[in-house]
């Protein structure tokens, strides 16, 4: 098996990648309008260290993936966590491990600053697979994410919507060929 590639810390000179890779994830899964300024705005943070970081995994103009994390707080405290707001991996490169890299990444980045991850998969396509992933490199997820009202840019798949008809659905467990029943 191959060594996951290194993850490096994006700079200004990673934008134009990256805002490639923004106008892919949202043709992908985007629930409102693209805003390329809004995304700039949040790239800064990471680009001027004001307490974001972008994780990259790919060579300067070639982004094989990467992961968008920004220092904020729940509105009730003022304690801080690191908070996800997007892992995408090049749809050229979702057979490789950038993703569960990319995951790695963020936690070693909570641990390094001593602050909560909060990190999930809000988007209405390949839900499963990607909970799964999240899963097995985080746990148990700690909630949901519901959207009332919205209109996604793609339509969600019919693998998803059996999934999700019971509270506790069941899945199965390809790594080592048994089904398990879990509590999602």
Not at 21 to 30: F, I, K, R, S, V
Not at 113 to 120: D, E, N, R, T
């Amino acid at each position: 098996m191959l060594a996951p590639a290194p993850v490096r810390i994006a700079t200004a000179d990673d934008g134009p990648a990256i805002l490639d890779l923004l106008h892919l994830m949202h043709a992908e899964g985007g629930l409102l309008s693209l805003d390329v300024g809004a995304a700039q705005d949040m790239f800064d943070f990471a680009f001027k260290k004001k307490g974001g970081i972008i994780g990259v995994v790919g060579q300067a103009g070639k982004i094989e993936g990467a992961i968008g994390l920004l220092i904020t707080r729940f509105w009730y405290t003022r304690e801080n966590h690191l908070e996800e707001y997007f892992n995408f991996i090049h749809p050229d490169y979702r057979k490789s491990s950038h993703a569960r890299t990319l995951i790695a990444f963020a936690k070693k980045c909570a641990d390094e600053i001593k602050i909560p991850l909060v990190i999930g998969v809000m988007t209405n396509k390949r839900v499963v697979e990607k909970v799964r992933l999240y899963r097995r490199s985080l746990g148990n997820p700690a909630g949901a994410f519901f959207v009332y009202g919205g209109t996604w840019i793609n339509e969600r798949s019919p693998a998803d919507d059996e999934f999700w008809q019971s509270p506790f659905p069941a899945h199965s467990d390809k790594r080592n060929g048994r089904a398990r029943k879990e509590a999602v």
